[in-house]
C-alpha cells in the first residue's frame, strides 16, 4: 500500500477497487479525509475509514529503550549523510522499526518535523527520551547547518553510553541472577524438604546433633512466618527504591558508598570519568560554550559526588579559571585526565584529549567487569554449594551418626 510523506495516524479502511472487488486494510495519514483521498488516488472508493483503535491498556509492545534511541540516532545520521532528505529519513528508519512504540515515537516526530517545526523542538516534545544534553547538540547542528555531522557525533556518543552502562549491568547481573536462585533454592529446601526430615528424626529416639536441630528450628520459623519473611523483603525493597528517590541525602549517602566499595568502587569511578571525559568531549566538540558544557556534562556525570565537583568546576571557570586548575582543586578527578586536559588547553585540542581520556577508561572499566565477573564465578559457586551442601548434611547427618552407632 503506497503512503504519502505525512504520516500521522493509522486509519482501518473497507472499500472496493477498479475491478469492484471488496477490500480492507490499513493506511497512515494525518486526517480521515486525507485517509480517503490517498485511497481515490490509489483506484480504491472508501466506504469506511476510521481510525485504528488503541489496545485497552495503553501502547502494545515493548517499551522505548535508551538503546533504541541510540540505533535511531545512527540511522537517522547514516541516511542524512547519504543524502536522503530529512523527513524521507524518518520515512525508512520508521518503516525498518519493529517495535511498535517505538514506531509512534518516530511518527510523531516525522509529523512535527514535516509541518515545519525544527528537529530540536521535535525532539524536545518526548523529554522521557531525549534529554536536555541530546536536545541541544541537536540545535547546535541545526544553527550552525552542520546537522548531519551532529547526529553522527550525537549517535556516537550514545553508542558508547549504552556501551558503558551495558558493561555494568553485565557485572551485576549474574550474581543477583545466582543470589535470587540461591534464596529461592533455600526457601524450598527449608519449607519442602526439611520437614520431611523432621518427621523421620521424631522415630529416632535419641538427640539430634545441635547442627540438625538449628536448621529444623529455622525451618520451623521459615514454615510458620514465611509471608512475614516476604513482605518484609517486599517492604525493604519499596522502602530502599523511595529513598532513593525522594531522599537526596540517602542518594548521595548510596553514591559515596558505591564508590568506597571493594572492587565495585573502582569500577563505578572509572566509568564517571569516562562519562564526564564523554559528554565533555562531544559538546566542546559541537560547539557548546564551555559553561554549558559542563551544565550538561554535570546532568549526566551519574553520581552525585562527581556532580557536585563539576557543578563546582564550572563556577570556577565562570570566575575566570582555567579549566585544569578548576578540575585540579577539586581533588576528586585521577591525574591522567589532569595531564591530559593541560595538554588540551594548551594545544586548542581538548575535545580530542578528553575522547582519549574517555576511550582508555572505558577500557578499564570493560576489563574491570571481565575480572569481576570471573573473580565472582568462583566465589558464588562456593556460597552457593556451601549453603544448600550445608543443609543437605545436616540432614543426614543424624543418618550417619545412626549408622556408626548400629
Not at 486509519?11 to 480521515?32: C, K, L, N, P
Not at 469506511?48 to 485497552?56: A, F, M
Not at 544553527?143 to 549491568?169: F, Q
Request: aromatic share 8%.
Amino acid at each position: 500500500m503506497a503512503t504519502t510523506a505525512l504520516r500521522g495516524e493509522v486509519y482501518v479502511w473497507t472499500g472496493t477497487d477498479r475491478s469492484g472487488h471488496a477490500g480492507g486494510g490499513e493506511i497512515h495519514a494525518v486526517s480521515q479525509t486525507m485517509a480517503k483521498a490517498q485511497l481515490r488516488q490509489q483506484g480504491i472508493v472508501p466506504k469506511r475509514v476510521k481510525r485504528k483503535p488503541k489496545p485497552l491498556f495503553g501502547a502494545s509492545g515493548k517499551p522505548v529503550q535508551p538503546a533504541d534511541i541510540a540505533i535511531f540516532t545512527r540511522q537517522l545520521a547514516t541516511m542524512l549523510k547519504a543524502g536522503v532528505p530529512l523527513v524521507q529519513s524518518f520515512e525508512i528508519v520508521e518503516d525498518g522499526t519493529d517495535k511498535p512504540r517505538m514506531k509512534s515515537l518516530i511518527s510523531g516526530i516525522r509529523v512535527d518535523v514535516a509541518s515545519g517545526s525544527g528537529l530540536a523542538p521535535s525532539l524536545a516534545k518526548h523529554p522521557r527520551y531525549f534529554d536536555d544534553l541530546f536536545c541541544s547538540l541537536i540545535a547546535s547542528g541545526e544553527d550552525s547547518g552542520t546537522l548531519e555531522v551532529m547526529l553522527d557525533r550525537v549517535a556516537t556518543y550514545k553508542e558508547k553510553t549504552e556501551a558503558l552502562k551495558k558493561k555494568i549491568k553485565k557485572a551485576m547481573t549474574y550474581p543477583t541472577a545466582v543470589i535470587c536462585v540461591a534464596a529461592v533454592v533455600t526457601g524450598i529446601l527449608l519449607i519442602k524438604v526439611v520437614p520431611v526430615f523432621a518427621k523421620t528424626f521424631q522415630n529416632f529416639g535419641s538427640e539430634l546433633p545441635a547442627f540438625t536441630q538449628l536448621v529444623m528450628s529455622i525451618s520451623e520459623f521459615t514454615q510458620s512466618w514465611w509471608w512475614v519473611i516476604l513482605g518484609v523483603m517486599i517492604a525493604l525493597f519499596f522502602t530502599f527504591r523511595e529513598l532513593k528517590i525522594r531522599s537526596v541525602a540517602f542518594a548521595e549517602g548510596l553514591d559515596r558508598l558505591a564508590l568506597r566499595a571493594p572492587v565495585v568502587g573502582g569500577i563505578v569511578h572509572d566509568a564517571v570519568i569516562a562519562r564526564f571525559s564523554r559528554t565533555l568531549s562531544t559538546t566542546f566538540a559541537a560547539g557548546v560554550p564551555l559553561v554549558d558544557a559542563l551544565n550538561s556534562t554535570a546532568g549526566a556525570a551519574g553520581n552525585s559526588v562527581y556532580r557536585k565537583a563539576i557543578i563546582r568546576i564550572r563556577d570556577d571557570v565562570t570566575s575566570g579559571s582555567s579549566l585544569y586548575n578548576a578540575i585540579k582543586s577539586t581533588g576528586v578527578f585521577p591525574h591522567m585526565l589532569l595531564q591530559m586536559v593541560s595538554i588540551g588547553e594548551e594545544s586548542g585540542a581538548l575535545d580530542e584529549m578528553l575522547d582519549k581520556v574517555a576511550t582508555h577508561y572505558e577500557e578499564a572499566v570493560d576489563n574491570a567487569v571481565d575480572s569481576l565477573s570471573s573473580l565472582l564465578e568462583p566465589i558464588i559457586m562456593s556460597v552457593l554449594g556451601i549453603l544448600v551442601g550445608g543443609l543437605m548434611i545436616a540432614m543426614y547427618l543424624p543418618i550417619f551418626m545412626l549408622g556408626s552407632v548400629i
